[in-house]
């Protein structure tokens, strides 16, 4: 991606990765749609492309990141490719770490926000989502939008728990591992 230094990026990981309590070793891989989409069809049964996955493997896991969606992302909500590509290197290392938004009542969103604003990120994936959800719910009074807080905390969008991860074949992660989007 133009602008976007992998050096700047691999040091992030790190960073993120020691902050997420990961342990191991870490794979980022940036990838297309078609990619991406393959992925997701394979492990979460979702024909469609998606801005990030995760695999968790017992040492570290690895992170696909769609460059497509994240450059759209970051033109939609006004910041750099490279913010984008950080906020979804964060998320992808919570699932790492073991947080799951659809399941930990919170739990990751919150952690989520804590080091978003602690390594100065634009705002989290996981608010971001619900707050997009929420928007355009019909006003009972008007008949015209108006955002909403969400009743739940969870992220329908792409999340469905844990699935098996891909044969790493540099690092021979074992099949039945599980992964997280």
């Known amino acids: 991606m133009e602008g976007v230094s992998q050096q700047s990026l691999a040091r992030f990981a790190t960073r993120a990765q020691k902050l997420a309590g990961v342990v191991g070793e870490v794979a980022v891989l940036i990838t297309g749609r078609r990619e991406i989409q393959r992925l997701n069809q394979r492990f979460r049964h979702k024909n469609k492309p998606t801005d990030v996955l995760s695999f968790p493997r017992e040492n570290g896991g690895d992170i696909a990141i769609c460059a497509g969606i994240a450059q ?28 799951d938004h659809e399941t930990d009542n919170g739990r990751m969103e919150k952690r989520e926000e804590q080091l978003r ?59 039945n591992e599980k992964a997280r989007a």
Do not use: W
């Open 72 to 99: 759209s992302n970051a033109q939609r909500f006004g910041h750099s490719a490279a913010s984008e590509l950080k906020v979804l290197i964060l998320h992808g290392m919570l699932h790492l770490a073991g947080f």
């Open 117 to 175: 604003a602690q390594l100065k990120l634009p705002p989290s994936l996981i608010q971001r989502t619900l707050n997009q959800q929420t928007l355009n719910a019909p006003s009972a009074k008007e008949g015209r939008k108006v955002a909403m807080k969400p009743a739940g905390r969870s992220n329908p969008k792409k999340q469905s728990g844990r699935m098996p991860a891909t044969r790493d074949r540099k690092r021979g992660a074992a099949a």
